[in-house]
């Protein structure tokens, strides 16, 4: 049974530094390609950032361009995502997920929520102006 663990959300002002973290089980993680998205209140639930199965490939959102940064470290089976600068309209919960499939090296396969298979519950992100 795959399950992934998110951790590191919480109240941060705008200007500061959160590092999510999320750690997988269940599954070959090295073998699978990780995502992060968001889902701010009333929202759909969007991209953030993703990371090929092998880590040479990342994805980002034009919105966390330049802010945030992800990376895995397969021999812990955890997948971080650094997020700097933030602004209040970063406040959402944040969720990763493990693809279902390796995607080809394509940002639109990346994109796309139905190519994760399995989420965490979710990581609360507030960031007050």
């Known amino acids: 049974q795959v399950q992934l663990v998110e951790s590191g959300g919480g109240l941060v002002q705008a200007g500061g530094s959160l590092r999510l973290s999320c750690a997988a089980s269940?599954?070959?993680?090295?073998?699978?390609?990780m995502g992060w998205f968001r889902q701010a209140l009333g929202k759909e639930r969007e991209f953030v950032a993703a990371?090929?199965?092998?880590?040479?490939?990342?994805y980002y959102a034009d919105s966390v361009k330049g802010r945030f940064a992800i990376s895995r470290e397969n021999a812990k089976n955890t997948v971080y995502l650094q997020m700097n600068s933030l602004k209040p309209e970063d406040t959402a919960v944040y969720y990763c997920?493990?693809?279902?499939?390796?995607?080809?090296?394509?940002?639109?396969?990346?994109?796309?929520?139905?190519?994760?298979?399995?989420w965490g519950q979710g990581t609360q992100v507030t960031v007050s102006s």
């Open positions: 997920g493990m693809t279902g499939r390796k995607l080809s090296p394509n940002y639109s396969d990346y994109l796309r929520a139905t190519e994760y298979a399995y």
């Open positions: 269940g599954r070959t993680f090295s073998m699978y390609d």
């Open positions: 990371i090929s199965w092998i880590g040479g490939g990342t």
